[in-house]
């Protein structure tokens, strides 16, 4: 119980200091300003996503010696890097080239790259947990730093990774250097994680296809709304809120991920207990955006059904990690692909039609749909295996 206290704690921490900034933002900024800080967050989150190449993924369920772990995260380190260098052109010529640096720094060192998992399996939670919590309080600090004393407050999420970047860099080389890189045994796990990649190219595709699922509604809204801004800004205060329900099934599924891979009947008491508290935290959020919108954000109180229907979607994605962890561990990448590819194009579909129709809340209820139709696929798969 302790290790799911102290882990959880970090990952509260973290999100916490999330939240406090993505409160912050819509009181103090202007709603056009807010929706551009959002926009960027998301499009650097997606980036990132598309960079690690499924990599976090592999490190968390492939390795398991610790040099294994040790030489796989080094190699998936030069391996990002080449990538980064290959995505610049892109990034060139629609104009978002400043955005490579904070791409590349969350899809190494922050909480979605590949540094925290390989300390959670090299080093165990306690000192993940550690991790976790200081570069989640300096990065978040000076991002609300940004916030106030910038003159574009909207490129707060974007200015700090120039900052932590080389620091991050220097200590990473001190790191490789006192771990004795081997030159011949870096050669082997090298052919190694080539055959690994190009087996598991389906994980990537569809760890991809899961986070663009996550970025639709906003690409969505910016294409097609007159105000972009003002309705991401909108749309996202609640999702920030919803999202808060994720918290509870990525905490107890990564801290039991080693149990999980020796005992995959564990998932079942897994999901019990990530039944109950859901669904307990699912009725705080109610009362705490009830509670926020009347008193603090009026501004937002308009978007109440949105902020329901969105709730109602995170319910069911929190429900379906363990299944998707499951998934994972057994291996069926190519099952989970086109899972996830389905529930992408289902989105992507009703996003675009329904949003046409009622706006918002059409691409709230897109979401539900889709995020309900992945689950029962993810349930039947489970049931099958």
């Known amino acids: 119980m302790k290790k799911y206290f102290f882990y959880g704690s970090s990952i509260l921490f973290s999100r916490g200091l999330e939240y406090l900034i993505l409160l912050i933002a819509p009181f103090y900024l202007t709603k056009e300003y807010y929706g551009s800080l ?17 990599l976090p993924t592999l490190i968390m369920t492939y390795p398991k010696s610790n040099e294994s772990k040790k ?40 909480n979605n790259g590949i540094v925290a998992p390989f300390i959670l399996t090299y080093k165990g939670s306690n000192y993940a947990s550690f991790y976790k919590s200081i570069i989640s309080l300096v990065f978040y600090s000076t991002v609300l730093i940004s916030i106030f004393y910038l003159d574009k407050p909207n490129l707060a999420f974007v200015y700090v ?22 030159l011949r045994t870096l050669k082997r796990y090298w052919a190694l994680f080539k055959k690994l990649i190009s087996s598991s190219l389906t994980i990537v595709v569809s760890n991809f296809a899961n986070m663009m699922f996550l970025y639709t509604d906003i690409l969505i809204i910016k294409l097609l709304s007159n105000s972009a801004d003002v309705e991401i800004a909108n749309y996202s205060f609640s999702l920030n809120i919803a ?17 999980l891979k020796k005992n995959l009947k564990y998932a079942r008491t897994l999901r019990v207990k990530i039944f ?34 969105i709730l109602g979607a995170k319910f069911i994605q ?35 039609f329904l ?9 709230a209820v897109s979401s539900l749909a889709t995020l309900l139709i992945r689950f029962i696929l993810l349930f039947k798969l489970n049931n099958k295996v």
Do not use: W
């Open 243 to 259: 999202n808060a329900l994720i918290i509870i099934p990525l905490t107890l599924v990564q801290v039991d991920i080693e149990k």
């Open 38 to 54: 959002e926009f960027y967050k998301k499009i650097i989150e997606l980036g990132a996503a598309m960079l690690t190449f499924g």
């Open 318 to 352: 929190a429900l379906s990690v363990s299944y998707g962890a499951v998934i994972i561990i057994r291996k069926l990448f190519s099952q989970n692909l086109v899972i996830n590819l389905f529930a992408l194009s289902c989105n992507v579909v009703l996003s675009y």
């Open 71 to 110: 030489y796989f995260t080094f190699i998936s380190l030069l391996f990002i890097t080449a990538l980064a260098v290959l995505i610049t052109p892109f990034l060139s010529v629609f104009n978002y080239l400043f955005l490579i640096i904070p791409i590349y720094f969350h899809s190494i060192f922050f």
């Open 161 to 182: 990774n120039y900052l932590l970047l080389p620091l991050l860099l220097v200590y990473t080389v001190f790191f490789v250097y006192k771990n004795n890189i081997v």
């Open 276 to 309: 109950r508290l859901v669904l307990i935290m699912t009725i705080v959020l109610v009362f705490i955006f009830i509670f926020l919108t009347h008193f603090y954000f009026e501004d937002y109180s308009s978007v109440l059904y949105v902020f329901l229907i």
């Open 355 to 363: 949003y046409s129709q009622i706006g918002l809340m059409g691409i």
